[in-house]
């Protein structure tokens, strides 16, 4: 009985841990080149792709409508006229699935203040004390044949996000 009870929780403790979820999921704020924070965001997956949506945008309202995009994009996951949608609550990041842990790409990333869509990569850097702090995502946005940029996001939370102006 004594071996019964330790593989049942040997195996609740593995199945933990191979459902737990990747450490790019969760609140990130993005941070420009300029070292402006510009949004908040929720990234998560959702049946094995990852997605990303702006919880709040610096300067903009909840409700500003992302008129600087096209009508409609490639793959674009939610129907309707993508112009004529919020930047806030919209996933502009969509179509990434996982490589390994901690690592995403083959999707895209739209900026919603002048419509440009790129290829999306995504990897998260642990804190580790010497080139990062903190916690940081890795967003890179690339026009093809690895030619791009990257910003680093930092860890946020949903209050912290809900301040955003």
């Not at 040997?10 to 459902?19: E, K, M, N, T």
């Not at 998560?44 to 600087?68: H, N, P, Q």
């Amino acid at each position: 009985m004594k071996k019964i009870i330790v593989a049942a929780l040997l195996l609740s403790v593995f199945a933990g841990f191979a459902f737990a979820a990747d450490p790019v999921e969760g609140y990130w704020v993005s941070i420009n080149e300029e070292g402006k924070l510009t949004a908040g965001w929720q990234i998560y997956e959702k049946d094995g792709v990852l997605y990303g949506k702006i919880l709040a945008a610096a300067g903009k309202t909840r409700d500003t409508i992302a008129t600087a995009v096209k009508e409609s994009y490639k793959d674009f996951p939610i129907e309707g006229a993508v112009n004529k949608m919020t930047v806030v609550g919209t996933p502009w990041i969509w179509g990434l699935t996982q490589k390994s842990a901690g690592q995403w790409a083959g999707g895209n990333i739209i900026d919603p203040a002048d419509g440009k869509v790129y290829k999306c990569k995504i990897t998260f850097r642990a804190a580790d004390g010497k080139k990062f702090k903190e916690d940081t995502l890795e967003m890179r946005g690339e026009i093809g044949m690895g030619i791009g940029r990257s910003q680093f996001w930092k860890r946020s939370t949903p209050e912290a996000i809900d301040q955003i102006q």
